[in-house]
């Protein structure tokens, strides 16, 4: 799956995030960023790190495996898979998001 398919699925789901209150950046490494300000209304997206209150560092094969729930975010976190870097409560947040 490309950056652009995943930036698809963020924008299909972006409402989710409007709770957030947050600025989140995916860094899926040599594939790219995505960066999601959920402190507007509604939430943007874009492909520069403006300044993320949370990052999270996954390689978009296992970031797929997370959102289909072949990978527990716990265990990919456990086993190096996950990096987050930041705030942590942001991240346990999205998760429940993500979940929903």
Do not use: W
Request: aromatic share 6%; glycine share 8%.
């Amino acid at each position: 799956m490309s950056l652009d398919a995943v930036e698809e699925g963020f924008k299909e789901n972006l409402h989710k995030m409007e709770s957030l209150d947050a600025k989140v950046a995916y860094d899926f490494g040599d594939d790219g960023l995505i960066f999601i300000d959920a402190t507007v209304t509604p939430p943007t997206i874009s492909r520069e790190d403006e300044g993320a209150d949370c990052t999270l560092k996954i390689s978009i094969d296992n970031f797929i495996k997370l959102t289909d729930g072949d990978l527990d975010p716990i265990m990919a976190f456990t086993m190096g898979k996950l990096k987050v870097e930041g705030n942590m409560g942001i991240a346990m947040k999205l998760s429940s998001i993500m979940n929903d």
